[in-house]
């Protein structure tokens, strides 16, 4: 069964601060990555995609990396701002299309 | 990406009785559609693959006659909650991969279920 951490579960930062989001899973044998973004009582955003031959990927604030060989993803968000609190999630494909999800790292910027 | 539209938000219904959630791909057509579960303050839960004109492939541990799925249309998926279950309480979602299997998933806003 394939496990996926996210560290920290929490964080709370002042508005502007840079946050740091850990994804680690325990099967190095992935297809792709997806980080996603969930509000409360809402449904997934899909942040960014990372394809198994990539190690990087960008979308405006935010860089997600990827080093299969250790089972890490990290989601960098730049400059936070308060409409960044959310839930985030981390996904790997394993076997091909299944996303299994880590139970996120909860996210609130301070004013 | 893919529009994913869900149908209700939310429900609250009877200890006993069925209840039917809509899963709409709307701007894209999906041969397969997945069902996902959500505790609160847990992770997603994949729960079935649904495939267009075929039987659905069940996680294991899920009962796949408590939780019916039909999967009509290219653009339309359902998932039928029997005999509901105040431990059925949750919130399930619903997604696509836009261009193949191992492409991007795009999910629905999700349906809360309440069994009371």
């Known amino acids: 069964k394939q496990e996926v951490t996210q560290i920290p579960a929490a964080l709370s930062v002042p508005e502007g601060e840079n946050l740091v989001l850990n994804c680690s899973f325990t099967?190095?044998?992935?297809?792709?990555l997806q980080w996603f973004r969930q509000d409360p009582g809402k449904g997934l955003t899909s942040l960014l995609l990372?394809?198994?031959?990539?190690r990087e990927q960008t979308s405006g604030r935010l860089n997600a990396s990827l080093d299969k060989s250790s089972g890490r993803s990290t989601l960098y968000i730049a400059a936070s701002q308060p409409g960044d609190s959310a839930t985030y999630l981390c996904?790997?494909?394993?076997?091909?299309?299944?996303?299994?999800f880590g139970a996120g790292t909860t996210v609130t910027v301070r004013a | 990406g893919a529009v994913v539209s869900q149908h209700p938000s939310w429900v609250i219904c009877k200890s006993g009785t069925s209840v039917k959630i809509e899963c709409r791909s709307l701007?894209?057509?999906?041969?397969?559609m997945f069902w996902y579960r959500q505790f609160p303050k847990q992770s997603l839960m994949l729960m079935a693959t649904?495939?267009?004109?075929?039987?659905?492939?069940?996680e294991q541990g899920v009962e796949k006659d408590k939780f019916l799925i039909n999967h009509a249309s290219l653009t339309l998926s359902t998932l039928t909650v029997t005999s509901a279950h105040p431990e059925d309480s949750s919130f399930y979602i619903c997604s696509v991969h836009l261009g193949g299997l191992n492409t991007e998933a795009f999910f629905g806003q999700g349906t809360r279920l309440t069994v009371v």
């Open positions: 701007d894209f057509q999906a041969t397969t």
């Open positions: 099967d190095s044998a992935i297809y792709n």
């Open positions: 990372i394809q198994s031959s990539q």
């Open positions: 649904s495939n267009e004109g075929s039987k659905a492939t069940y």
């Open positions: 996904a790997p494909y394993f076997n091909d299309y299944k996303l299994s």
